[in-house]
């Protein structure tokens, strides 16, 4: 009896495509009910608030177990700590208004931005990582114009939930992008 060894084939592409097409869901459900609360700070807007980097703490997670192979997930523990604190951050910021929860919230734009940005240049040769590359260049802008938009004379959560869209929309693209491994 002969055996023949199958080559290693990783299975990150396969993860990370059902993460993305995961991730794609949340992102268009979450930003269609943000926008039905985003004029105020009512309760369900402070719920949706702060599920959504623990969202992203539980996706990075995720993300860092499933794709080892992939390379250093140094990154993504990065976003895991920088989210989670966001999530602490939001919520406390709920109890001084709209502005604070704009401020916290460009802030972690920002820099899960440039998280993101990162890791799709580190990822580019799995394919499939253009969109989150430029979804991360995209976040670093958004986050600034919600600290911007914090001095407003009418600051609303609109620009938050519109945010969440098109992020959506780059990973169900990544996801479809993303090289098959079988």
């Known amino acids: 009896m ?36 985003a004029t ?17 703490v539980a996706a990075a997670v995720v993300d860092a177990r499933s794709s080892r192979s992939a390379g250093s997930p140094v990154l993504l523990y990065v976003n895991i700590a920088v989210s989670a604190l966001t999530a602490v951050g939001v919520a406390v910021a709920t109890s001084s208004g709209i502005p604070a929860v704009l401020r916290v919230w460009g802030a972690w734009a920002i820099v899960a931005g440039l998280v993101q940005l990162l890791v799709g240049v580190r990822r580019r040769g799995m394919g499939g990582q253009w969109p989150m590359i430029l979804s991360g260049g995209i976040s670093v802008l958004a986050g600034s114009s919600f600290v911007t938009a914090a001095g407003a004379a009418d600051p609303a959560l609109t620009n938050i939930a519109g945010y969440a869209i098109p992020g959506g929309v780059f990973f169900l693209i990544s996801a479809l992008r993303l090289r098959r491994t079988v």
Not at 17 to 34: K, S
Not at 40 to 56: C, K, M, N, S, T
């Open 2 to 37: 002969t055996t023949t060894a199958k080559p290693h084939v990783s299975t990150a592409p396969d993860a990370l495509r059902r993460l993305y097409f995961v991730r794609f869901g949340f992102a268009i459900v979450w930003a269609l009910v943000m926008f039905t609360t």
């Open 40 to 56: 105020h700070l009512g309760p369900l807007a402070v719920v949706l608030l702060v599920i959504y980097p623990l969202f992203d």
